[in-house]
């Protein structure tokens, strides 16, 4: 099969496109992607010593408002509601995160029992002053005490810096519950794969004009391939790293080891699937323990515990000052190489923003559209 298109990287972006030109334009697409599976850092599989569906690359909650990206998803395969549900342990104690009312009761030692009382505490303790980083927007939704206790050391782990050093962005993610709500998100859409998120992307890919070469890296292949051959070029890797040559400094990223562990006959080793652990006298971020998700039976368990780092595949974008500014240079560099070759830049790495799993389909989403009806005017 001669493939009209190309696409670096079978992640969500790279697959939503594939998807859209096989079925939309009914053209070929040839997916190039340098890990030895497609799902990008959704992939998931079946540990072979506990029957337990985990994700390789940590644990992934598709949740949206998005109507459009809802019914996209549900066109390919079969979606289980699922409520995400998040602890942290703080001063020896488990308590929920996002922080509602029982954490502000647990932490701060409140007796808050009804909505008018949270409203009236959170009043009180939030920050008013100009919002100017992510400790200035963390304080201003949580509070002094809280964001001490919960985020900031959190961040630290996290990102390698302090939340003063980060763009507002970064903790204006942080939900506040004002009732007695454990769930982790309030999206009027929370589910996952009902056969995991591998078998969503077979189904995705699931067309004879669309061939996948896992195994690929696209700055070995490009030397060995004449890329005049494509019509268009989809890009969804490092930005950076597309440019490498050019003599501009590199963007930071964070990246994660996961160190897994087995438990031998043991029911569950945490109450819900996610603890964070905030404090900085414990090395980890978070431990995840997958059986929890869609209630999975096995006679063991197995956890991961999450540590971050500099130097390892890049997973999330630093947004500082330093950073968005190089990024625009890039990003300059970028719209000139499409209006010249053809070459687009799709999803979280491509554009240097995170972006939750509903955000990288719509971001695909939009960019086919806007192509489309380019061409339609053509």
Known sequence: MKSTHLIVGCGLSGSVIAERIANVWNENALIIEKREHIGGNCYDYVD?????RMNKYGAHLFHTKDEGVWKYVQTFDKWTRWEHRVLSMVDGQFVPVPVNITTVNQVCGENIE???EMDAWLSAVQYKGPIENSEDMAVSRVGRVLYEKMFKPYTVKQWNKGPEELDPSVLARIPIRRDFDV???????????????????ERLLDNPRIQVQTGVDFFKYKLEHDLGQFKSIFYTGPIDQYFDGLKLESLEYRSIDFHIERFSDMNYFQPCSVVNYPETNVPFTRIVEYKHFL????????TVKETTNDHGDPYYPIPNKRNMEL??????MA????KEKNVHFVGRLANYKYMNMDQAIRNALDLFDRINSKEEMN
Not at 335 to 338: A, C, I, L, R, Y
């Open 114 to 116: 009804d909505t008018e």
């Open 295 to 302: 209630n999975q039976t096995s006679k063991h368990t197995v």
């Open 183 to 201: 769930r982790y998100f309030s999206d009027k859409y929370q589910a996952l794969p009902a056969k995991g998120y591998t078998h969503f992307f």
């Open 327 to 332: 990024y625009e240079c890039y990003r300059q």
């Open 48 to 52: 072979d010593q506990t029957g337990i």
């Open 335 to 338: 719209v000139k190489e499409e």
